[in-house]
């Protein structure tokens, strides 16, 4: 009798065995597509970086050439 309960805890082991590799196996799964999170996160940051000097620089265009408007049209009101 004791030989059954041996084999019935032998048996519990390795099934409990091999659940921790399963999971330890979803474990690095989980970490490498949480690396490639991260990685887009810092992508996505830079090119937000990127487009908002971007959208800077273009807000800066445009007011320097509505200045220069403003200045051509005041030119021909004073012609006028």
Same mark, same amino acid.
């Given at each position: 009798?004791?030989?059954?309960? @041996? #084999? !019935?805890?032998?048996? !519990?082991?390795? %099934?409990?065995? #091999? /659940?921790? /590799?399963? @999971?330890?196996?979803?474990?690095?799964?989980?970490? #490498? !597509? =949480? =690396?490639?999170?991260? %990685?887009?996160?810092?992508?996505? /940051?830079?090119?937000?970086?990127?487009?908002?000097?971007?959208?800077? =620089?273009?807000?800066?265009?445009?007011?320097?050439?509505?200045? &220069?408007? &403003?200045? +051509? +049209?005041? &030119?021909? #009101?004073?012609? %006028?």
């Amino acid at each position: 009798m004791s030989f059954e309960v @041996f #084999e !019935k805890l032998e048996t !519990k082991v390795q %099934q409990a065995i #091999e /659940k921790i /590799k399963l @999971f330890q196996m979803e474990v690095n799964e989980l970490k #490498e !597509k =949480n =690396n490639i999170l991260y %990685q887009e996160v810092a992508s996505a /940051k830079e090119k937000h970086g990127t487009v908002t000097h971007e959208n800077e =620089n273009l807000k800066q265009e445009q007011y320097a050439w509505q200045e &220069r408007l &403003r200045g +051509l +049209l005041g &030119r021909m #009101e004073d012609v %006028q």
